[in-house]
Nanobody, 118 residues
Framework: QVQLVESGGGLVQAGGSLILSCAAS????????MGWFRQAPGKEREFVAG????????AYVTSVSGRFTVSRDNAKNTVYLQMNSLEPEDTAIYYC???????????WGQGTQVTVSS
């Protein structure tokens, strides 16, 4: 089973940017579709962005489309989430996960906190 470790979270002012990273173990990383999810206090975990194994296809929830970019480097077993124009509503714990083609998650990382101040 793949192990996932997120990093890059922190405190940022509204309008700022952060880059999250998710490092994966294993030799078959390029075969995994990967997703980023987030969970805000008192809310359910939601899908944010996803990317196929080759990186040829990506998907985003409407609320982040145009502000967030998901990418991956299969040589480094790492998937990224570039977050620009951050809003207080983006405050959440962000998780990466392996997913199926419908973005249903299988294996989760431990999460990284993102806090956006107004």
């Amino acid at each position: 089973q793949v192990q996932l470790v997120e990093s890059g979270g922190g405190l940022v002012q509204a309008g700022g940017s952060l880059i999250l990273s998710c490092a994966a173990s294993g030799r078959t990383f390029s075969s995994y579709t990967m997703g980023w999810f987030r969970q805000a206090p008192g809310k359910e975990r939601e899908f944010v962005a996803g990317i196929t194994g080759t990186g040829s296809q990506t998907a985003y929830v409407t609320s982040v489309s145009g502000r967030f970019t998901v990418s991956r480097d299969n040589a480094k077993n790492t998937v990224y989430l570039q977050m620009n124009s951050l809003e207080p509503e983006d405050t959440a714990i962000y998780y990466c996960a392996t997913t199926d083609s419908a973005w249903t998650a299988f294996s989760w990382g431990q999460g990284t906190q993102v806090t956006v101040s107004s």
